[in-house]
């Protein structure tokens, strides 16, 4: 199989990464040759004569051309003749992952992180593959701390709606997505933005996805923030909830409360027993309310805690170097809601999966995984949460710092 120039940008970028960022062209044929593990037959193919009856290793050539292109976008410079080096925006480019790139980072036997976009990612996948869509997408104007630059209302509005039909069709008909989707405050002001409301708004005059429900995750350790208006002047609440808005095309999509029921506060014999009356004063008819159904059944609030992650996977990014994922969902939350949706071996795809909550949550509950990210420096330090995986080790040593 010939190597497309276009999957030579990245061992290219990173073979100039691992040898400091300055090298030589001989020294980056070896190491991209090495990196994609070329054959000698593949390494010396020679193109077909030229005007002047000459040829050339048609492997080096395009390696030379994919550096022609890397330098038209400011990857890579020539200080001197006979010299590559790495720019401050190839140094980025090995990190964020652009349009075009899909890159396995790990595996296990349950699923794969893939370091991409998930505009390019979308395009991968089966129709009718994906059981439950389970996200965290970054609110307007955390944007800008990712990949997508400042969106604000509007435009996250039109992001959401992009990935939401364009992951429509790769849903099975009985599949489901859950968003959890944070409130903020316009810039500057005490009120709050209303893309929540403009997106309900749009999917229902534009798609056939309906709320089936709204979680909310009650965020137990939620700091005292906007700052201003919260610990300053004092006039709003700690906004300590997040709705997690499950909607799909199918009204009756897959879903089960027995999965999720809750521990019982008092037995079921003793809360309402027979002709008991409630609090409210209503008086209860003699059956079903006694009955012991394993657990009662949960509300819509979930609480539990934020969280940094566990110990080892912290220590394991300070080792390496890697940054700390600055918006971690509880696994607790991740778990709850899939196992609301899904069943064992289905399929869960979370495609801005950060420290890939969703994956650990997937693995715990026997259920298949499909996770991406634009950040490659995230879901390096997040494949120390699996001690089963298989990982892509010239990928991971080229990146690491
Ligand atoms: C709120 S975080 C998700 C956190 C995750 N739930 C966890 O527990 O770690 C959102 C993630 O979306 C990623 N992201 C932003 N834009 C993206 C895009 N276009 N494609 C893929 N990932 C993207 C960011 O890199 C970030 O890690």
Not at 6 to 14: A, D, F, G, H, N
Not at 63 to 87: C, D, H, M, N, Y
Not at 183 to 211: A, S, W
Request: aromatic letters at 8%.
């Amino acid at each position: 199989m010939r190597i497309s120039r276009k999957q030579l940008l990245l061992p290219l970028i990173s073979a100039l990464s691992k040898d400091g960022g300055v090298s030589t062209p001989k020294k980056i044929y070896e190491a991209v040759a090495d990196e994609l593990g070329l054959t000698h037959e593949q390494r010396k193919r020679q193109t077909k004569a030229d005007r002047n009856g000459q040829t050339h290793n048609a492997f080096e050539r395009d390696v030379r051309w994919t550096r022609q292109t890397a330098t038209r976008k400011g990857l890579i410079a020539s200080p001197e003749r006979g010299v590559w080096s790495l720019t401050d925006l190839g140094h980025d480019k090995l990190h964020n992952a652009s349009e075009g790139l899909v890159v396995t980072v790990f595996e296990t036997p349950h699923g794969q992180a893939l370091w991409t976009k998930l505009e390019t990612a979308v395009g991968h996948f089966e129709d009718n593959a994906i059981d439950l869509l389970f996200t965290s997408p970054p609110y307007p104007g955390a944007l800008k701390q990712y990949a997508n630059g400042d969106l604000d209302e509007e435009s996250w509005v039109s992001f959401m709606m992009d990935m939401i039909s364009g992951f429509a069709p790769k849903m099975r008909d009985t599949g489901s997505m859950m968003l959890n989707v944070a409130e903020t405050y316009v810039p500057g002001l005490p009120i709050k933005q209303e893309h929540l409301t403009k997106l309900r708004m749009r999917l229902v005059t534009e798609t056939r996805f309906r709320v089936l429900d709204t979680l909310y995750w009650h965020n137990t350790s939620r700091l005292a923030s906007p700052f201003r208006w919260v610990a300053q002047q004092r006039i709003r609440l700690k906004p300590s909830v997040e709705p997690v808005l499950w909607i799909s095309e199918n009204p009756y999509a897959k879903a089960n409360n027995r999965n999720v029921l809750q521990k019982y506060k008092k037995p079921p014999s003793e809360t309402y027993h027979m002709g008991g009356v409630r609090p409210g004063g209503h008086r209860m008819s003699s059956t079903g309310f006694s009955r012991d159904n394993g657990g009662s059944i949960a509300p819509v609030l979930f609480s539990a805690g934020g969280s940094a992650g566990p110990k080892y996977y912290r220590e394991a990014l300070k080792k390496e170097g890697l940054p700390q994922h600055p918006a971690i969902m509880p696994e607790a939350l991740a778990q709850h809601c899939i196992k609301l949706a899904t069943d064992p071996g289905d399929l869960v795809v979370d495609p801005m999966a950060g420290s890939l909550t969703t994956a650990r949550a997937c693995e715990t509950l026997s259920r298949d995984w499909i996770c991406l990210d634009s950040s490659l420096s995230y879901l390096a330090g997040a494949r120390h949460k699996f001690p089963e995986r298989r990982e892509n080790s010239s990928l991971l040593e080229a990146m690491l710092p």
